[in-house]
């Protein structure tokens, strides 16, 4: 029987994890006949009765996991423990509060299992029951990093998904420490079916995003996916360089009867134009510095998902 390992990131989550567990288990026993299922918590350093609770379901339930953390690392963090410590044909990941329907796993492992995707990913159909400042400032941002970084992502994407082992092996194979998963997971590739998801509200407890976390979150997203942001010196060189030749220009164009406008002109558009040289060469350190950036995080320089080489011809039979 293939094996399935669902992830569960948990912080504060005491009051809809026996609600998340009754779901849960009623999709995955509709399945027990074709798959055998594990279930991983990952309590992100709670402070409630999440731990107990998780504990009390373990010791009920031997397909029950848990890894705890010594404080809150956050959901990247506990997304990234589970990866690493899940060994099943599949994994999926579901957030603990039931905005993600386990109804939709049973077709999420149909994908990945029989036709042929190595990721079955839910997609945001609406943002409804969302703060609308929170949409208005994420539409910005993904307006934003699309914009400057190549790795595409989608707006939509939600954590919720189901990953071919390879996938994952792919995932915990980057080994940068500021995480950004939206990105990672268009980063590594595959192929992705995606799964219409309507947002539904939280069952009940709420939400651990602040805003103060969604803006770091934002910038860990722009930082670890581009260095664009180095080379705005290079722009603003190059503004200042065209500023000192328009001013270079009007101070020899004014007639010599105006001395003081004149020398003003002048100078004004030689201290641009040392500013503009200072640019470039911080410019330059920057490209050096994002080049650097990018062999420390020492990502993988292409991700395989098939190939026959190391087969025998009796790995077919
Ligand atoms: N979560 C976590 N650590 C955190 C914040 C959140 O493990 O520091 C978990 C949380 O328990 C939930 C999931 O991540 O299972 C999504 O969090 P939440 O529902 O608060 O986010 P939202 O759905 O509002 O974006
Ligand atoms: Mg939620």
Known sequence: MKTVTLIVPCFNEADVLPMLYKEVS???????????????????????????????????????KYISFSRNFGKEAAMLAG???????????IDADLQHSPDLIPEMLVAVDDEGYDVAAAKRSDRAGEAKIKSALSAQFYKVINKISE?????????????KKAVVDAIVSLEEKNRFSKGIFSWVGFNVKWFPHENRERAAGETKWSIRKL???ALDGIMSF???????????AVV?????????FLGLVIPFNLPDYRIYMLLLGAI?????????LTGIVGEYLGRAYIEIKSRPVYIISETNIG???????
Request: net charge negative; with cysteine; glycine share 2%.
């Open 26 to 64: 009623r999709v995955i026993s509709s399945l027990s006949f074709r798959y055998s299922f594990e279930l991983l918590f990952v309590d992100d350093g709670s402070n409630d009765e999440t731990l107990n609770i998780i504990k009390a379901i373990a010791e009920r339930n031997t397909q029950v």
């Open 83 to 93: 990866m690493k410590n899940a060994n099943s044909d599949f994994v999926g990941i």
């Open 151 to 163: 790795t595409k992502i989608d707006d939509n994407a939600q954590d919720f998904r189901i990953m």
């Open 215 to 217: 803006m770091r979150y």
């Open 226 to 236: 581009t260095v664009s942001p180095l080379r705005l010196s290079f722009i603003v």
């Open 240 to 248: 200042l360089g065209i500023l000192s030749v328009i001013l270079a």
């Open 272 to 280: 641009f134009f040392v500013t503009a040289i200072v640019c470039v």
């Open 311 to 317: 087969k025998t011809i009796f790995d077919e039979i």
